[in-house]
């Protein structure tokens, strides 16, 4: 990756995620008391993936954007890994949230309401999913061309 492609997409992510979120603070789109589903708050949550999006379409065309999306679902990882990301972490967690707050989960929900949640979470939970595409999509890459991986890690923390 070329420096200039990636000091873009630098000023891209952190001027779309504060422009937003200051923008969000401003008209009041953000409550201390929890978090409101508002356009400014998703667009300052997905601000380095659309980032990402825009750099990869301006640097690789198409081409770009499809090798950003096939790096989505990784084709190399074992059964093993998906069951642990799909069954255990989830178990995981309710799990700790059981042991620390045990009146939170009084009856676990059923399986049909967890297969609407299952994405109705990932759309609206802008964090993990909102920085994926762009700095471990666009960015890491050309990091990891350019730098030893205790240089990337260092750079990317």
Request: charged share 10%.
């Amino acid at each position: 990756m070329r420096d200039r492609p990636f000091r873009i997409y630098l000023w891209l992510a952190f001027g779309i995620t504060w422009g937003a979120g200051g923008l969000g603070l401003l008209v009041g789109a953000f409550d201390a008391a929890g978090p409101r589903m508002h356009p400014l708050r998703y667009l300052a949550g997905f601000g380095p993936s659309i980032a990402g999006f825009i750099m990869a379409a301006h640097v690789g065309r198409w081409g770009g954007v499809r090798h950003l999306l096939a790096r989505a679902v990784p084709t190399w990882a074992g059964a093993p890994w998906y069951v642990g990301v799909l069954v255990v972490y989830p178990a995981a967690s309710l799990a700790a949230t059981w042991l620390l707050v045990p009146d939170s989960v009084v009856r676990p929900p059923s399986w049909d309401t967890l297969l609407v949640l299952l994405p109705l979470t990932l759309v609206t939970d802008a964090g993990r999913l909102g920085e994926e595409f762009g700095w471990r999509g666009f960015a890491l890459p050309g990091m990891q061309a350019r730098l030893s991986p205790l240089a990337t890690t260092a750079n990317a923390a």
